[in-house]
């Protein structure tokens, strides 16, 4: 493809040196223009001026106090016109951000009285139902129940599309269901402040995000507070201690833009050292082993056993030795709950399950 992108760009910079020329050369002849205007005024000036100081009807130093007026005030006009070309420049970039920042967000957050505190996490997602905006005909969860007690763990598996991603989503409130509700301890979570709701979720993503600074402080991201003794305890359990110390400056090395010194598994146990240095009481995994050897795989599920111990748990995995660990299976299709039950039931009793892991657990099973 470099030949097709190299002549693609040749294309687009060739628009860009044309639109730039017509620009200079109608800038140019402007002020070519100005100039003439200016100078010729200033000529008139002096041809009349001068004969009406030959005539006596004005002195030369009158005549010179009015020629230098004119060159400051024709000076001044011009600038004022560079100003106001470069005010309307601003203005066509300045238009859209202005928009931007008038936008109201449709998530609301209520008034923190900092009176509620979460201890555990009783979730139930009552008759949810979602459609993204950019796909109203089409819902991502359709009628979606489920009562999960706190501390249990809860997988979520279906072909790729099936809402397991859109159920995380849901419940960090990056949309609100369009009918239904999510409750958190029996109380709706758009009635919990957005801080103090999602404080108390651990996210470890497919994709981690890893900020441009140090190993340290991207770990102490999951909590400021952490002190540099927890961060590199959090670093061990989640198996990450050992490259970092290898590194230049141990945690203290910059990891660079999204982390790109690291290779993707070891990003994924920085987020991973991110989620248990924070202790929620909501864990969120979605694939968070999915980038790992199978021995690293085994160190990391051994960390994350220990820390989804007493949380209530949501993991989204294609690998057998996750899911089989956990209380309770949601099968997902098309948005609407299939089935549900142990591993070794709907292996028995559902046809799409024993798909899948016939599938995609086969090669770890």
């Known amino acids: 493809m470099e030949v097709h992108e190299k002549q693609r760009f040749a294309g687009h910079v060739e628009g860009a040196l044309k639109a730039a020329n017509s620009r200079i050369r109608t ?15 200033i000529v008139t000036v002096l041809w009349l001026g001068g004969h009406d100081v030959l005539t006596g009807n004005i002195t030369g130093g009158q005549l010179s106090a009015f020629v230098f007026y004119s060159v400051v005030v024709a000076g001044a006009v011009g600038a004022i016109s560079e100003v106001v070309a470069d005010l309307q420049r601003a203005a066509g970039a300045g238009e859209r951000l202005a928009e931007l920042l008038f936008i109201s967000p449709q998530i609301t957050s209520p008034e923190d009285n900092n009176q509620l505190v979460i201890h555990e996490a009783n979730i139930d997602f009552e008759s949810v139902t979602f459609f993204y905006p950019t796909r109203p005909d089409r819902a991502a969860v359709e009628n ?12 979520l598996v279906g072909p790729s599309g099936a809402g397991k991603t859109t159920i995380f989503q849901l419940l960090l409130r990056f949309y609100d269901p369009c009918s239904g509700r999510i409750r958190l301890n029996g109380l709706d979570i758009k009635d919990i402040p957005l801080a103090r709701l999602r404080s108390a979720i651990g996210l470890v993503p497919q994709d981690p995000v890893i900020f441009s600074t140090t190993a340290r402080e991207n ?10 003794a927890e961060i590199e305890a959090a670093a061990r359990a989640a198996s990450a201690f050992e490259f970092l110390e290898k590194l230049p400056d141990g ?16 990003r994924q146990r920085i987020a991973i050292a991110r989620a248990i240095i924070r202790d929620p009481k909501i864990l969120l995994l979605d694939e968070a082993t999915s980038a790992l050897d199978s021995e690293n795989e085994y160190h990391i599920q051994q960390a994350l056993d220990l820390v989804m111990k007493g949380r209530t748990t949501f993991v989204i995995a294609h690998r057998l030795s996750t899911i089989t660990k956990a209380d309770s299976i949601i ?4 948005g609407r709950i299939e089935a549900i ?7 028995e009793k559902n046809s799409l399950y024993a798909r ?5 657990f086969k090669s770890v099973g």
């Not at 979606?144 to 997988?155: H, Q, R, Y």
């Not at 770990?219 to 540099?228: C, E, F, K, S, W």
């Open 219 to 228: 770990i102490r991201l999951g909590n400021i507070d952490a002190t540099d």
């Open 331 to 334: 099968l997902l299709n098309e």
């Open 356 to 360: 899948l892991a016939e599938l995609q």
């Open 144 to 155: 979606f129940s489920i009562e999960v007690k706190a501390g249990k763990t809860i997988a």
């Open 341 to 347: 039950g142990t591993h070794r039931e709907l292996l």
């Open 251 to 266: 945690l203290d090395t910059h990891l660079g833009e999204k982390g790109i010194q690291l290779s993707g598994g070891q």
């Open 27 to 41: 800038r140019a002849f402007l002020t070519a223009l100005v100039i003439l205007l200016v100078f010729g005024a």
